[in-house]
């Protein structure tokens, strides 16, 4: 069974930087796509970030409104995603989620059209508080 252990986040000053991370263990396929997600009090859990391999190349996917600030990245050999978030603001005050899943199949899309009900496998969130 995956398990993903979050560390990391935190309280923070506008424009500050925090890394968020997630290490995994349990994993049996060979193929899992990886994500962050971030939900305030009355929104819907959102895409941060996403990374995803097909054995050659990496790709990385970004909501819109991180992009340029925030990096994903993900060691492999250490089973462990990481979220570098730099020039943060109030606006991205949330609880951040990781996220994986193995199906098989372009995650990038998926995510598009499902949402967060494209992952299978959660951690157990940590908040983000960012003050003016």
């Known amino acids: 069974q995956v398990h993903l252990e979050q560390s990391g986040g935190g309280s923070v000053q506008n424009g500050g930087s925090l890394r968020l991370v997630c290490a995994g263990s349990?994993?049996?396929?060979?193929?899992?796509?990886f994500a962050w997600f971030r939900q305030s009090p009355g929104n819907e859990r959102d895409l941060v970030a996403l990374i995803d391999s097909d054995g050659h190349t990496t790709y990385t996917k970004y909501a819109e409104s991180v992009k340029g600030r925030f990096t994903i990245s993900n060691d492999t050999a250490k089973s462990t995603l990481y979220l570098q978030m730099d020039s943060l603001s109030p606006e991205d005050t949330a609880m951040y989620y990781c996220?994986?899943?193995?199906?098989?199949?372009?995650?990038?899309?998926?995510?598009?059209?499902?949402?967060?009900?494209?992952?299978?496998?959660w951690g157990q969130g940590t908040q983000v508080t960012v003050s003016s």
């Open positions: 349990g994993f049996t396929s060979a193929y899992y796509c």
């Open positions: 996220a994986a899943d193995s199906t098989p199949g372009d995650c990038r899309i998926a995510s598009q059209i499902l949402g967060a009900q494209a992952f299978t496998y």
